[in-house]
């Protein structure tokens, strides 16, 4: 099955949603640290809900999800841009809790004073940071509160991961407008919907296709699809981002790194590429020459 968003509306009525699957991108994302099998579900759902959440902004640019936490897991974040390339890290440290674990529900109560970030990064305009309370049993179910509390839209998300496969879906009743209040409305769809909703299995939300998926569950509405849009494994890392790192760290810094580092060495954490700064290229970025 190929790695996918899937949006959908009921038609003459103010829901919409989407579904989304993956599977490669996961799969490559995953095979870049050796993560427990809990950690690798954890991700999946940040995955799976960051394409989802991509699709609800209007923006170029990228939106990203990051837990962060004391005790054994650190951070784990998971990002979408706006042509639909995903990335994912997680940094812990070992826990048997994460190893044996066959779900995200198990790590999310693990975690320490933890805190949902939620970043949008327009590619041109200011950056948004919501913060989201981690303090309920499921990633799905602190976002559905994140948007029945900041943004006022209720919203239904399931989200469900394997080692191998993720998927998710979201339904939104979006808010009428003046023309749309005019109309009869059918006021049973909105409860309808989201009981219909909540009835997928979780090995229905990863191995079904979205056609299937959708099918299964609105096969009496009038549901109207527009064109698939794929979704990829992308970085967004390059050798300026690291010279911009570094310019950030400062002149006295990149001196410092070069006694011990020449030519001094980045590593991507997310995709594994590695970048090299020589001496006159590193402090050429201040201006400054070899002397
Ligand atoms: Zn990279």
Known sequence: MPDLRQRFFIEDSPVRGEVVHLED??????AQRDYAPAIKILLGEMLSATALLASTLKIKGRISLQIQAAG???????????????????????????TQATDSSTVLQTLVNPVLFINIEPEFGERYQGIVPLDKPTLAGCLMQYYDLSAQIP???????????????????LPRNSEEEQKRVDEDLWPRLTMLTETLKAEELTNLEANEILYRLYNEE???LPEAEILKFGCTCSKQRCADALI?????????????????????QFCNSHYEFTAEEALGLFGEHLS
């Not at 991961?161 to 009743?173: E, N, P, V, Y």
């Not at 950030?248 to 991507?268: F, H, K, W, Y």
Request: hydrophobic content about 40%; overall charge negative.
């Open 248 to 268: 950030q760290i400062g002149a006295a810094a990149v001196r410092e790194t070069l006694e011990s580092q020449n030519p001094i060495g980045m590593d991507c």
């Open 72 to 98: 054994t897991f650190k951070w784990g974040m998971a990002e979408c841009n706006h042509l639909g390339e995903v990335r994912a890290l997680a940094d812990y440290e070992e826990d048997p809790h994460f």
């Open 155 to 173: 919203t239904r998300i399931v989200l469900a991961s394997s080692q191998q496969r993720s998927g998710g879906i979201l339904i939104q009743l």
């Open 222 to 224: 009038d549901v109207r």
């Open 25 to 30: 991108a996961l799969q490559t994302i995953l």
